[in-house]
């Protein structure tokens, strides 16, 4: 008698941990149903969890190249005193022209070319990068002239609103710098000054540049 009684409590036990554990599985299967929908029925997206933002946070952009165009002229010529000559100035009528391209204040590239009458056309191209600072910047590349080609630096200076600019600079003119330029070599020690109007160039649909408007 005492063994039946303890299997019938045996599967009456059996039966009630059966149940409990079937309403503890559909409960959970409920509940996860009620999660994945929203309340008209429709799917609702769950979210990937708290996004952390610092406070003042920026969205990051990619730098942007920037090429501007440049003409000029005039270029100021400060010839410095030497023997019994006194520092003097001079201004030449010059045809400057040239480009640049500026990504978040660097000077990536620059060209610029000045011809004049009587000499031959003297260029400079960029050969490293120029952080353009609030106050003079010294850009270094190489200088050309009639064929000859020696690293040189020039001051430069440089300003952009609105798709235009004004870029200005000076080249320091040693005994050296004209080495082995017959119609140079007697060139006295001065200063040239230039300021050029820069312009924004843009790209065309055919993939050609003009200044913008």
């Known amino acids: 008698m005492a063994k039946r009684l303890r299997v019938s409590l045996f599967m009456i036990l059996t039966m009630v941990g059966a149940v409990l554990i079937a309403f503890i599985v559909g409960s959970v299967i409920f ?13 609702s997206v769950q979210s990937p969890g708290p996004q952390i933002v610092a406070e003042g946070q920026k969205t990051l ?9 440049l003409s000029g002229t005039s270029l100021d010529v400060v010839i410095s005193a030497r023997g019994s000559y006194s520092e003097r100035q001079v201004t030449l009528d010059v045809s400057a022209t040239g480009t640049i391209a500026v990504t978040d204040d660097v000077l990536t590239t620059a060209s610029l070319e000045l011809k004049t009458l009587n000499y031959p056309a003297l260029s400079f191209t960029l050969t490293e990068p120029c952080y353009l600072s609030r106050d003079n910047s010294v850009a270094y590349g190489t200088l050309s002239v009639a064929g000859h080609a020696q690293p040189a ?12 600019g004004i870029v200005s600079g000076s ?4 005994p050296d710098l004209f080495t082995g330029i017959p119609v140079l070599k007697d060139i006295p020690p001065s200063t040239l000054s230039f300021t050029l109007d820069a312009t924004e160039v843009t790209a065309n649909p055919l993939g050609q540049g003009y200044p913008a408007r």
């Not at 630096?153 to 235009?164: D, L, Y």
């Open 31 to 43: 509940i996860s149903n009620l999660t994945l929908f929203s309340d008209d029925g429709s799917p």
């Open 61 to 69: 952009r990619v730098p942007e190249s920037v090429p501007y165009s």
């Open 153 to 164: 630096e020039i001051t430069i200076n440089a300003s952009f609103t609105e798709g235009t």
């Open 171 to 174: 080249l320091e003119v040693t």
